[in-house]
């Protein structure tokens, strides 16, 4: 079998001869290709031609100092094939890809925020992360870029709170706008939604991100790579280990380190335990959306012995610290092996009991049946990740397809459900749940011995890497350019719920306002990854605020 | 026993708080959402999580404050009732860790912006942390006349 990287690489040279400059393929499923200007497109098409299911993982832009370099990393098979395009930095223009693959609407607009590069033909061109009082002209992930641009005007920074344009609240109409955040009763993170509902029926909805862009890209290339794990790891904290992993691996492939089988089985572990809690944490926040506070409850009680577990591993219960360039940076103590087991079959038992509620529990199923419909096709269309895909009946998943860590030795199904619905979301992590609780429990009877790491030379050689990593929300993508220095030269994190949150729109329009919750919980946002680099006080201006009980469950609090 | 409004009172033996992420990374979130779970179960002090800034007697903070964020912050302070009472949690909210780590975005603490009764450091605190932080405010405000 010719593996898909070479497929693809064939497949272009044959179509676009002499357009392609440059093809490296450094390591099995990679592959970088860089088009002449304006090449982009076809290339792009024919990927998408060529393998089915195939979609956009996410748009890189990197200032090369002359020039700035987009890279349209595809997924293809497990495989991800980066088409590369440079523009000029004086007049940075290329044309849109949205046309080909709606799935990547977002990505652009974050490249036009960061690096000032205009995509012709883009329908909606906006600020996506920056606060409305960044000045313009100034893009921060470009070279010659320094904060004392924007350091000018940053106290006193006032805005005014949230308003709604008055668009459609005339007489006659009876669509009516309402602003949901940043500070809401509903989510524990500050986002906006602008939800514009005609009487019950939601007829459109406009996520406002951002509020929690920190800069961490920025961030990233002024630390050294050993640092950088460090702050990759605060980009979330509840998906931290994924970050971690997925970064960790991005150097070791740039690096050419192999690390221990040793690490290899002790960060599955930690991924899994991570997902464990992670998943558990939707469950239970899903349960008090749908108004099962005792769920709630239940599910955070049954949650906590996971949390303890992983202090026992890694010494911290949410961040541990784990990952290191290399390897792990602590031991298991082969004396928790009976402990592990002992927690992980109580946890086992009780899964069987949600699984139960979840498939049974008559409200439950009122609640969250064919509510938030996503078609197979538009879950395609749209690039979604992980979960909310596998929802939708479609069997992708990166521990499979793409298998990092100790993945291609450890058994264990990808789960999928084909109702497409929030009921079928949240099954997938139920049934998630059990299976990490499988994989767990093998990788601690098969643990390999060895050394648990290797040592690293803090300078990285030239080159760059694509990494990604099933997190619990779904792909996780790191990009990592090092130009042989201990500073990586550009980090770029794509987190799942940027590529999930563009369904938002689709799940919720024509449902009902009520669903709004149900919808959102099914997708587990986590919008501090998404902004890297967003709760709600609801302004709206007519007598709306029952509606806001409908919100106050959204999430969590 | 000396003479107690019956505001007062009411606000030492249930204190209303409002949660707020000024963009953190999620970690002290969570941490503080498990405080309201059987294990820890912070209503045994009468804590009460409220939605909106205007019944809150207490606002507790988590993540460095964004340049986005900044503002909201602000109008929400403004919005709680006095007397009012801030609890910055984590290592972003008391001291703003991205903004020493040349990430643009963030700021700095929560305390450049608004001022703040009880610091609870760690990354991310524990929830016995948290609570032990909710604990001390509650002796503070026994303090605060009115």
Redesign the interface.
Known sequence: MVAVEQTAVDILKEKLGDNILEIVTPRPRRAFILVKRGFHRDAVSLLLERFKRSGISTITGIDLGDEIELDYHMRCHGAVITIKSRVSREKPQIETITDLIPGARLYEREVFDLLGVVFEGHPNLKRLLLSEDWPEGSYPLRKDWSPQDVKKNLHGVYSEPSKINDQGLDETTSTINVVVGPQHPALLEPERFLFKVDGEVVVDVEPRLGYVHRGIEKGAESLTFLQDVHLIERICGICNVSHTTCFCQAVESIGEIEIPPRAKYLRTIVVELNRIHSHLLLLGTAGLVLGYESLFQYVFRDREPTLDLMEMVTGNRVIPAFNTIGGVRRDLKPELNEKIQKILGRLEERMRFYKAVFKEDPTMRLRTEGVGMLKKSDALKLCVAGPVLRGSGIKMDLRKDDAYAAYDEVPFNVITYKECDSWARLMVRVEETVESINIIRYAVEHLPSGPYRVKVPRKQPKGEAVSRVEAPRGELVHYVKSTGTIYPYRVKVRSPTLANIISFHKIVKDGYVADIPAALISLDPCFSCTDRVAFLDVNNNRSWSWRLEEMKDLKGE | MAHVSLTKWARLKSPWIL?????????????F??L????YDIERFGVL?????RQADALIVT??V???????L???YE?MPSPKFVIAVGACACSG??AN???????GGVDKFIPVDVYVPG??P?PEAILYGVIKLLKKMKAVKA
Request: with cysteine; glycine share 8%; hydrophobic share 30%.
């Open positions: 949660h707020f992420n000024t963009g953190g990374c999620n970690a002290c979130d969570i941490e959402l498990v309201l779970t059987p294990r999580l409220k939605p909106s800034p993540g460095p964004t340049r986005q964020i900044a503002s909201r602000k109008v929400i919005q860790m991205y780590m040349q990430c643009y975005g963030a700021l990354c991310p524990r």
